[in-house]
């Protein structure tokens, strides 16, 4: 089947680099699991995974823009008769697919190995959190990468947006001058929620939280809608649908 869109065309692209997919999967993994297994410091462990979440999701996506354009792939696409913005949302929602399938295995084999009697108002809300947090880490990367001009420019700034990032969402040790700024942030922040509920469940507390589980099943709902609409042929599905109507009569 031929990719009717440009979501079905990256992810297509994804896997059929099986050996690509594997590596990145497997070097994923391996650089998160320690997190997941080795005893040390809960602030550590969880910062190790959200650290892993911001260079997969926002620096990934920086770096992809700026190589499709550096390749010319980002100017045959503007070729099509669709506008930039689809194109660019399609990008950002198959990068968050595939990064949610890199780093989603290790989160859900750090609840389950390290956390027990979760409850699944919890459980929702941290699935809520981690699917934000990549999806808007993505489209921050994409504008980032839609600014930069080369692969020099967009590593040295994208790295620099990183540790920027994780100051203000609580991750690394922020300065005394930007105390007060990041404090305003943090409840709006959902990087830092997520990394906030994956703390007190190390610590054996509930973060439950009513409007956060409804919010998160709402978004959660939203980006399956969204990704349903994406990855299914509906004009194919209509037309053999049709074909099938004429045979009959």
């Known amino acids: 089947m031929r990719p009717a869109n440009v979501f079905q065309l990256e992810l297509a692209t994804v896997f ?29 462990r969880v910062s190790g995974l959200m650290m892993l979440v911001l260079f997969t999701s926002f620096f990934g996506a920086a770096v992809s823009l700026v190589r499709r354009r550096t390749d010319g792939h980002l100017d045959h696409l503007k070729l099509l008769p669709i506008p930039v913005w689809s194109v660019l949302g399609d990008f950002v929602l198959s990068g968050a697919v595939v990064d949610i399938a890199q780093v989603g295995i290790l989160l859900a084999l750090f609840v389950l190995l390290n956390v027990s009697g979760a409850t699944f108002g919890t459980l929702i809300s941290i699935a809520g959190l981690f699917f934000i947090s990549v999806l808007l880490l993505n489209l921050l990367g994409m504008i980032l990468g839609y600014v930069m ?44 929620l997520l990394a ?54």
């Not at 507390?205 to 399956?224: L, P, Q, R, T, W």
């Open 16 to 44: 059929a680099n099986k050996r690509g997919l594997i590596l990145k999967l497997v070097f994923t993994f391996l650089i998160g699991f320690p997190f997941v297994l080795v005893a040390m410091p809960s602030q550590v």
């Open 149 to 192: 001009k080369s692969n020099p420019e967009v590593h040295l700034i994208g790295a620099l947006a990183v540790a920027f990032i994780a100051f203000i969402s609580g991750i690394i040790p922020v300065p005394a001058i930007l105390h007060r700024f990041v404090q305003i942030i943090l409840p709006w922040n959902p990087v830092a």
């Open 196 to 249: 906030r509920y994956l703390t007190e469940l190390l610590h054996g507390k509930e973060a439950d939280n009513e409007i956060m589980f409804i919010f998160s099943i709402v978004f959660v709902s939203i980006i399956v809608i969204v990704f349903l609409l994406r990855i299914i042929n509906w004009r194919e599905i209509a037309s053999r649908k049709d074909n099938l109507i004429k045979k009959m009569n």
